[in-house]
């Protein structure tokens, strides 16, 4: 596995929807597809670490698929609306140690 980008990862992302007809889903549609697989991440993480166990019926499922789905369509969410995930999470790390910086207690280094 090699280290991507999160711009190689939006092309990547890009490049799959792209071969099919349909494309990209409403930002509408994209919201209810995002809480739709947040709903699914909730679920496996009340299984793995809550007090709720799966039936024996259910299929096994991991936090780390659930969170792939998210990622995902996340990133289809984004591209459809041209927004760049690199650039966002960039301004969002400013906004958390600049603004933010004082929230927290640090650790003692």
């Known amino acids: 596995m090699t280290d991507k980008s999160m711009?190689?990862?939006q092309q990547e992302v890009?490049?799959?929807i792209g071969q099919f007809k349909?494309?990209?889903f409403s930002?509408?549609?994209?919201?209810?597809?995002?809480?739709?697989e947040t709903?699914?991440?909730a679920r496996e993480v009340n299984h793995f670490y809550g007090e709720k166990p799966k039936k024996t019926s259910e299929a096994e499922v991991t936090v780390k698929e659930e969170l792939g789905d998210v990622l995902f369509t996340i990133i289809c969410m984004a591209n459809s609306l041209g927004i760049d995930?690199?650039?966002a999470h960039e301004e969002v790390l400013h906004k958390f140690n600049t603004r933010d910086k004082d929230r927290w207690e640090r650790k003692d280094d």
Request: aromatic share 4%; proline share 4%.
């Open 7 to 9: 711009r190689a990862i």
């Open 14 to 16: 890009d490049d799959h």
């Open 27 to 36: 930002p509408l549609a994209m919201m209810a597809r995002i809480t739709e």
């Open 85 to 87: 995930l690199q650039e």
């Open 22 to 24: 349909t494309g990209y």
């Open 39 to 41: 709903g699914e991440l």
